[in-house]
């Protein structure tokens, strides 16, 4: 058991949230695994816009969206998603 003052010091540094990760492998493997996350999301709002538009995503286009790790492209399909009449027009 610890003294009431220790055990608050040491709540207190749980909760700031100011933690960052010390080693460069955790650094890396943590913002890679951020990136990744962040794509994915991106994917799969834009097969969501697409949806919603009535724009057909045949099962290899979507796993192209899917499978696409790089956010700059993922970006450029998403700003064309609000404007193509067809999947083909979005791979242009």
């Known amino acids: 058991m610890l003294p009431v ?3 608050q010091i040491l709540e207190a540094m749980m909760r700031t ?3 960052e990760y010390k ?3 955790a650094r890396h ?3 890679q695994g951020k990136a990744q996350g962040i794509a994915e999301g991106e994917a799969k709002m834009l097969l969501h816009v697409l949806a919603g538009r009535g724009i057909e ?3 290899d286009a979507r796993a192209r969206i899917l ?3 790089d956010p700059a492209q993922i970006e450029r399909w998403g ?3 609000g ?3 067809t999947i083909d027009e979005l791979f242009a």
């Open 23 to 25: 080693s460069e492998y």
């Open 79 to 81: 700003r064309r998603a």
């Open 5 to 7: 003052a220790a055990r």
């Open 83 to 85: 404007t193509v009449d």
């Open 17 to 19: 949230g100011t933690r």
């Open 29 to 31: 493997y943590f913002g």
């Open 67 to 69: 499978e696409c790790t």
């Open 57 to 59: 995503v045949p099962e």
